[in-house]
Protein backbone atom coordinates (compact mmCIF):
# COMPACT_ATOMS: atom_id res chain seq x y z
CA UNK A 1 0.00 0.00 0.00
CA UNK A 2 1.38 3.44 -0.84
CA UNK A 3 1.48 6.50 1.54
CA UNK A 4 0.89 10.10 -0.47
CA UNK A 5 1.33 13.17 0.72
CA UNK A 6 -1.03 15.60 0.69
CA UNK A 7 -4.24 14.28 -1.28
CA UNK A 8 -2.52 10.92 -0.77
CA UNK A 9 -4.04 10.39 3.12
CA UNK A 10 -7.70 10.71 1.22
CA UNK A 11 -6.49 7.26 -0.42
CA UNK A 12 -5.20 5.60 2.54
CA UNK A 13 -8.12 6.08 4.38
CA UNK A 14 -10.55 4.97 1.52
CA UNK A 15 -8.63 2.17 1.10
CA UNK A 16 -8.78 1.00 4.61
CA UNK A 17 -12.58 1.52 4.20
CA UNK A 18 -12.77 -0.56 1.33
CA UNK A 19 -10.96 -2.90 3.23
CA UNK A 20 -13.01 -3.03 6.08
CA UNK A 21 -16.55 -3.75 3.75
CA UNK A 22 -14.50 -6.60 2.06
CA UNK A 23 -13.83 -8.18 5.40
CA UNK A 24 -17.28 -7.30 6.82
CA UNK A 25 -19.08 -9.35 3.49
CA UNK A 26 -16.50 -11.96 3.76
CA UNK A 27 -17.22 -12.62 7.43
CA UNK A 28 -21.29 -12.15 6.01
CA UNK A 29 -21.07 -14.91 3.85
CA UNK A 30 -19.20 -17.45 5.89
CA UNK A 31 -22.12 -16.74 8.40
CA UNK A 32 -24.76 -17.50 5.96
CA UNK A 33 -22.81 -20.30 4.54
CA UNK A 34 -22.52 -22.09 8.09
CA UNK A 35 -26.26 -21.20 8.66
CA UNK A 36 -27.01 -22.93 5.48
CA UNK A 37 -25.08 -26.30 6.23
CA UNK A 38 -26.45 -26.32 9.80
CA UNK A 39 -30.17 -25.76 8.35
CA UNK A 40 -30.15 -28.15 5.84
CA UNK A 41 -28.23 -30.48 8.31
CA UNK A 42 -31.21 -29.84 10.56
CA UNK A 43 -33.80 -30.51 7.87
CA UNK A 44 -32.56 -33.62 6.85
CA UNK A 45 -32.49 -35.16 10.20
CA UNK A 46 -36.65 -34.10 10.63
CA UNK A 47 -39.25 -36.55 9.09
CA UNK A 48 -41.14 -35.63 6.41
CA UNK A 49 -44.35 -34.58 6.83
CA UNK A 50 -47.20 -36.67 5.70
CA UNK A 51 -51.07 -35.87 5.51
CA UNK A 52 -52.77 -37.72 8.08
CA UNK A 53 -56.41 -37.90 6.66
CA UNK A 54 -54.90 -39.40 3.60
CA UNK A 55 -53.37 -42.06 5.58
CA UNK A 56 -56.18 -42.78 7.68
CA UNK A 57 -58.12 -43.41 4.39
CA UNK A 58 -55.65 -46.02 3.67
CA UNK A 59 -55.30 -47.72 6.81
CA UNK A 60 -59.79 -47.88 6.54
CA UNK A 61 -59.38 -49.53 3.27
CA UNK A 62 -57.35 -51.72 4.43
CA UNK A 63 -58.99 -52.48 7.50
CA UNK A 64 -62.07 -52.56 5.79
CA UNK A 65 -60.64 -55.06 3.16
CA UNK A 66 -59.11 -57.64 5.03
CA UNK A 67 -60.20 -57.01 9.04
CA UNK A 68 -58.68 -55.93 12.01
CA UNK A 69 -56.11 -58.99 12.45
CA UNK A 70 -55.44 -59.58 8.60
CA UNK A 71 -53.48 -56.27 8.70
CA UNK A 72 -50.09 -56.42 10.86
CA UNK A 73 -48.33 -53.17 12.13
CA UNK A 74 -45.29 -54.04 9.18
CA UNK A 75 -48.74 -54.21 6.91
CA UNK A 76 -49.45 -50.70 7.93
CA UNK A 77 -45.91 -49.09 7.97
CA UNK A 78 -45.76 -50.37 3.99
CA UNK A 79 -48.94 -49.51 3.25
CA UNK A 80 -48.90 -45.86 4.96
CA UNK A 81 -44.65 -45.69 3.99
CA UNK A 82 -44.40 -44.53 7.97
CA UNK A 83 -41.76 -45.74 11.00
CA UNK A 84 -44.19 -47.36 13.19
CA UNK A 85 -43.03 -44.79 15.86
CA UNK A 86 -44.46 -42.25 14.05
CA UNK A 87 -47.84 -44.59 13.76
CA UNK A 88 -47.94 -44.68 16.99
CA UNK A 89 -47.25 -41.15 17.55
CA UNK A 90 -49.83 -40.12 14.98
CA UNK A 91 -52.36 -42.38 15.78
CA UNK A 92 -52.13 -44.28 19.09
CA UNK A 93 -51.80 -47.87 19.56
CA UNK A 94 -53.43 -49.99 16.20
CA UNK A 95 -56.28 -50.70 18.23
CA UNK A 96 -56.90 -46.78 18.37
CA UNK A 97 -55.65 -46.22 14.70
CA UNK A 98 -58.68 -49.04 13.75
CA UNK A 99 -61.35 -47.11 15.60
CA UNK A 100 -60.56 -44.16 14.13
CA UNK A 101 -61.58 -45.98 10.67
CA UNK A 102 -64.12 -47.38 12.06
CA UNK A 103 -65.08 -43.61 12.90
CA UNK A 104 -64.44 -42.70 9.35
CA UNK A 105 -66.18 -45.00 7.58
CA UNK A 106 -69.55 -44.54 9.62
CA UNK A 107 -68.79 -40.44 9.32
CA UNK A 108 -68.68 -41.13 5.18
CA UNK A 109 -69.89 -44.37 2.97
CA UNK A 110 -71.12 -46.41 6.12
CA UNK A 111 -73.37 -43.72 7.27
CA UNK A 112 -76.18 -44.30 4.78
CA UNK A 113 -78.44 -45.47 7.11
CA UNK A 114 -78.06 -42.85 9.65
CA UNK A 115 -78.50 -40.12 6.85
CA UNK A 116 -81.43 -42.04 5.29
CA UNK A 117 -83.60 -42.19 8.53
CA UNK A 118 -82.85 -38.72 9.67
CA UNK A 119 -83.59 -37.06 6.21
CA UNK A 120 -86.29 -39.54 4.71
CA UNK A 121 -90.21 -38.28 5.08
CA UNK A 122 -91.34 -42.09 5.90
CA UNK A 123 -90.32 -45.26 7.11
CA UNK A 124 -90.78 -46.44 4.12
CA UNK A 125 -88.77 -44.32 2.02
CA UNK A 126 -86.19 -44.35 4.56
CA UNK A 127 -85.58 -48.08 4.73
CA UNK A 128 -85.85 -48.41 0.84
CA UNK A 129 -83.11 -45.68 0.51
CA UNK A 130 -80.96 -47.65 3.43
CA UNK A 131 -80.89 -50.89 1.54
CA UNK A 132 -80.15 -49.47 -2.18
CA UNK A 133 -77.39 -47.28 -0.91
CA UNK A 134 -75.96 -50.33 1.61
CA UNK A 135 -75.97 -52.16 -1.68
CA UNK A 136 -74.11 -49.54 -3.80
CA UNK A 137 -71.85 -48.85 -1.26
CA UNK A 138 -70.70 -52.49 -0.74
CA UNK A 139 -70.47 -53.30 -4.64
CA UNK A 140 -68.89 -49.99 -5.07
CA UNK A 141 -66.06 -50.52 -7.98
CA UNK A 142 -62.59 -49.75 -6.55
CA UNK A 143 -63.26 -50.23 -2.80
CA UNK A 144 -63.30 -52.86 -0.01
CA UNK A 145 -66.68 -54.96 -0.80
CA UNK A 146 -69.08 -55.57 2.31
CA UNK A 147 -69.65 -53.27 5.48
CA UNK A 148 -66.52 -52.56 7.88
CA UNK A 149 -68.75 -52.73 10.93
CA UNK A 150 -69.98 -56.37 9.76
CA UNK A 151 -66.59 -57.79 8.49
CA UNK A 152 -64.07 -56.41 10.02
CA UNK A 153 -64.03 -57.86 13.54
CA UNK A 154 -66.57 -60.52 13.46
CA UNK A 155 -64.01 -63.27 14.62
CA UNK A 156 -61.33 -62.34 16.93
CA UNK A 157 -58.82 -63.85 18.82
CA UNK A 158 -59.25 -63.64 22.71
CA UNK A 159 -56.37 -60.79 22.71
CA UNK A 160 -59.22 -58.54 20.46
CA UNK A 161 -62.69 -59.90 22.68
CA UNK A 162 -62.51 -56.14 23.73
CA UNK A 163 -62.64 -54.46 19.89
CA UNK A 164 -64.82 -57.22 18.69
CA UNK A 165 -67.97 -56.40 21.47
CA UNK A 166 -66.87 -53.03 20.56
CA UNK A 167 -68.19 -53.57 17.43
CA UNK A 168 -70.91 -55.91 18.74
CA UNK A 169 -72.30 -52.97 20.17
CA UNK A 170 -71.95 -50.85 17.71
CA UNK A 171 -73.92 -52.95 15.17
CA UNK A 172 -76.62 -53.29 17.73
CA UNK A 173 -77.15 -48.94 18.29
CA UNK A 174 -77.71 -49.44 14.60
CA UNK A 175 -80.26 -52.45 15.08
CA UNK A 176 -82.05 -50.00 17.78
CA UNK A 177 -82.07 -46.70 15.81
CA UNK A 178 -83.88 -49.03 12.90
CA UNK A 179 -86.55 -50.28 15.31
CA UNK A 180 -86.64 -46.92 17.00
CA UNK A 181 -87.82 -45.43 13.76
CA UNK A 182 -90.45 -48.17 12.76
CA UNK A 183 -91.80 -47.80 16.64
CA UNK A 184 -92.62 -43.86 15.14
CA UNK A 185 -93.72 -45.51 12.10
CA UNK A 186 -96.53 -47.64 14.16
CA UNK A 187 -97.46 -44.89 16.60
CA UNK A 188 -98.07 -42.32 13.40
CA UNK A 189 -99.98 -45.11 11.34
CA UNK A 190 -97.60 -46.01 8.80
CA UNK A 191 -97.72 -49.80 10.05
CA UNK A 192 -100.40 -52.18 9.78
CA UNK A 193 -101.76 -52.79 13.03
CA UNK A 194 -100.55 -55.85 13.82
CA UNK A 195 -96.77 -55.15 13.00
CA UNK A 196 -94.36 -55.62 15.25
CA UNK A 197 -91.39 -52.50 15.13
CA UNK A 198 -88.99 -55.41 17.11
CA UNK A 199 -88.62 -57.98 14.98
CA UNK A 200 -88.86 -56.06 11.65
CA UNK A 201 -85.82 -53.86 12.83
CA UNK A 202 -84.23 -57.44 13.47
CA UNK A 203 -85.07 -58.43 9.90
CA UNK A 204 -83.72 -55.48 8.30
CA UNK A 205 -80.62 -55.55 10.48
CA UNK A 206 -80.49 -59.27 9.36
CA UNK A 207 -80.72 -58.47 5.76
CA UNK A 208 -78.54 -55.55 6.09
CA UNK A 209 -75.65 -58.34 7.31
CA UNK A 210 -76.70 -60.70 4.73
CA UNK A 211 -76.10 -57.89 2.10
CA UNK A 212 -72.81 -57.44 3.38
CA UNK A 213 -71.72 -61.16 3.21
CA UNK A 214 -73.09 -61.66 0.15
CA UNK A 215 -71.29 -58.65 -1.28
CA UNK A 216 -68.35 -59.94 -0.21
CA UNK A 217 -68.60 -63.32 -1.61
CA UNK A 218 -68.97 -61.32 -4.62
CA UNK A 219 -72.73 -61.64 -5.63
CA UNK A 220 -73.15 -59.13 -8.61
CA UNK A 221 -75.31 -55.24 -7.44
CA UNK A 222 -77.91 -56.51 -9.68
CA UNK A 223 -78.71 -59.49 -8.35
CA UNK A 224 -78.77 -57.28 -4.47
CA UNK A 225 -80.95 -54.97 -5.77
CA UNK A 226 -83.20 -57.75 -6.70
CA UNK A 227 -84.34 -58.14 -3.78
CA UNK A 228 -85.15 -55.24 -2.95
CA UNK A 229 -88.64 -55.07 -3.40
CA UNK A 230 -89.01 -58.31 -2.08
CA UNK A 231 -87.89 -56.99 1.49
CA UNK A 232 -90.27 -53.76 0.81
CA UNK A 233 -93.30 -55.95 1.12
CA UNK A 234 -92.64 -56.61 4.86
CA UNK A 235 -93.01 -52.83 5.47
Known amino acids: MQFLDNGGTHVF ?7 KEWRLAFRCQ ?8 QWRSNMAGRPREFDRDA ?6 DAFWSRGYEGVSMADLVNLLGLASARIYAAFGSKESL ?15 ATRALAEEPTAKAAFRRILIEAIETYTKPNHP ?3 MVVSAATNCS ?25 EKAAIDGELPPDADP ?5 YFATVLHGLSVQARDG ?17
Open 13 to 19: LHSLVTN
Open 30 to 37: ANYLSFDQ
Open 98 to 112: FRQAIALYDADEGGF
Open 145 to 147: RGC
Open 219 to 235: VPKERLLAIVPTVMRSI
Open 158 to 182: SENDRLREWLAAFRCRRTASLVERL
Open 198 to 202: QALGD
Open 55 to 60: ALRKAR
